[in-house]
């Protein structure tokens, strides 16, 4: 096995310089009774946090600064993210897992935090495509899997939607793929080591959706059109398990090459 390349560190500023500027960007897992939280509390959590881990955190100008931090996309109230993606920028370079370890010492139970790495300063998180699942009642995997291949075949998913303004949308362009997928048990505070050994499989429905200027479709609205809404209102909790990003997504394969 090759040796792993030396990583490139940028040199230390000269004595009496003002400090590099830095900006990172972390994964995280939110779960437990921390989905119930909101997007701006969860917000006020990080900032809380970010004061306990002592970080040199950049502020915002004006009357009432705020820290430089950007979440990529906001996550619906009662939703599991799984891989939630936020940015940080910090008044001066430090190694990530000195930053990640200072920011596990002081996260809420519910917040877990996955990785962080160093961004270029000029990057921001553009969601490509986001992935939604549910676990499916094993009685009803079948129909769930027809439906889905029926509605992947349709060149059109209209919903009504109420808010903001009652109108009529075709979900079919967000949809990306639909699939039922056998998967062990996500990695959730909920649930211990124990029970996750001796548990059989979930299987799970994936929504996979892209995100435009027009917005996106609603996971809710998909459960709706695939007849699986009542999943929901009998207390199965939705996931957002991924979030693709377009500057981590590869490029197309080029012509000839595919």
């Known amino acids: 096995m090759a040796p792993e390349p030396t990583p490139i560190l940028a040199p230390p500023p000269p ?39 002592a970080l040199p955190v950049r502020q915002s100008k004006g009357f009432h600064p ?3 931090l950007v979440f990529a996309l906001s996550l619906p109230l009662g939703v599991v993210g799984c891989e939630e993606v936020v940015e940080l920028e910090l008044e ?3 190694p990530a897992e000195e930053v990640r370890e200072r920011l596990v010492r002081q996260a809420p139970p519910g917040l877990e935090i996955l990785e962080l790495h160093h961004i270029d300063f000029r990057t921001t998180a ?6 939604y699942r549910i676990v499916v009642p094993a009685e009803r995997i079948a129909e769930a899997a027809r439906r889905a291949a029926d509605l992947l075949a349709a060149t059109e998913c209209w919903a009504e939607r109420a ?8 979900l079919r362009p967000w949809i990306l793929n639909l699939r039922v997928d056998e998967t062990r048990f996500s990695r959730s505070s909920e649930r211990s080591a124990p029970l996750r050994a001796a548990a059989k499989q979930d299987v799970y429905l994936e929504t996979e959706l892209c995100l435009t200027p027009a917005g996106t479709a609603r996971p809710e609205e998909v459960l709706a059109a695939l007849g699986l809404s009542d999943l929901l209102e009998a207390g199965a909790v939705l996931e957002r398990s991924r979030l693709v990003l377009a500057d981590e997504t590869p490029p197309p394969p080029a012509e000839g090459n595919a």
């Open 15 to 53: 004595a009496g310089a003002p400090p590099t500027p830095d900006k990172v960007r972390l994964r995280f897992r939110k779960d437990g009774a921390l989905r119930l939280l909101s997007h701006h509390d969860l917000m006020r959590c990080f900032e809380r946090m970010l004061r306990r881990a």
């Open 126 to 131: 553009r969601v490509h495509s986001l992935t």
């Open 66 to 68: 705020k820290p430089r």
């Open 163 to 170: 808010r903001p303004t009652p109108r009529r949308v075709d």
């Open 92 to 94: 001066e370079i430090l």
